[in-house]
């Protein structure tokens, strides 16, 4: 069970929970057990998604907030999966290497390279999302923040190098350090997305980020999460 928490915004410690919401089963009959995160899609409060069980994705009609009423659950194994959702699209982080990017690849034996980054739904018809394509980021993506920026979103997304391995058929790679012992991985990826045509998403950027090793674990350093402060209008 998921609950719904109220914030008036005039008064925030006034906060109180107004209702919940059972996540059901995914479509091969598996219990949604749990949402690790809850994404909506921004500027129109109409439909939300689930996802953080391992095995898949659930997608809502949040149209009376008080009741969430579901509306797809879709198998599509992955680690971590941070969601966001932005005019039709659902975009998906993917945290651990596997054979592929779509929705039926396996986990790498091994430790070898594998696909991780973003995957990307459409939802459009949202009560029959579609897989439609993905992006690899570098030692994958473990939480993404979403920005809406004219006829294109940009995802900016967290990772960081829980293993290593060296560059996959997809074009991403993860090593804590380089050969000659400097900083590998120390930076963030920032995911273009045409709206016209999201399967033509592209990694624009790599931000490099100075940051100390975690438990003086040499070169293993990144982002958990990212927000980012837009203009008021």
């Not at 095995?55 to 809502?60: D, H, I, L, P």
């Not at 809406?148 to 090593?175: E, H, I, K, M």
């Not at 050969?179 to 120390?186: A, E, I």
Request: a negative charge; glycine letters at 12%; proline letters at 8%.
């Amino acid at each position: 069970r998921e609950d719904i928490v109220e914030v008036p915004l005039a008064n925030p410690s006034a906060a109180s929970v107004i209702g919940s919401f059972s996540l059901g089963q995914l479509d091969d009959g598996t219990p949604m057990m749990a949402c690790h995160d809850f994404g909506v899609v921004m500027g129109d409060a109409d439909l939300g998604a689930c996802a953080g069980h391992p095995r898949g994705v659930a997608v809502f009609d949040i149209s009376d907030p008080e009741n969430p009423r579901l509306l797809a659950n879709v198998v599509c194994q992955g680690s971590q999966h941070d969601v966001s959702v932005y005019q039709g699209w659902l975009f998906l982080s993917v945290d651990s290497p596997r054979s592929k990017p779509e929705c039926d690849g396996v986990p790498m034996t091994g430790g070898g390279p594998g696909f991780e980054g973003i995957r990307i739904f459409d939802v459009r018809d949202p009560a029959n999302p579609v897989y439609a394509g993905a992006v690899a980021t570098d030692c994958g993506s473990h939480t993404h923040t979403l920005i809406p920026d004219g006829d294109r979103v940009l995802l900016y997304v967290s990772s960081y190098p829980t293993s290593g391995f060296g560059t996959s058929p997809y074009g991403n790679s993860c090593a804590r350090l380089n050969l000659d012992g400097t900083q590998g991985h120390s930076k963030i990826s920032v995911v273009e997305v045409p709206l016209a045509d999201p399967t033509a998403a592209r990694v624009v950027s790599e931000p490099h980020i100075e940051m100390r090793d975690f438990r003086n674990i040499a070169g293993f350093r990144g982002c958990h999460d990212i927000s980012v402060f837009t203009a008021i209008k």
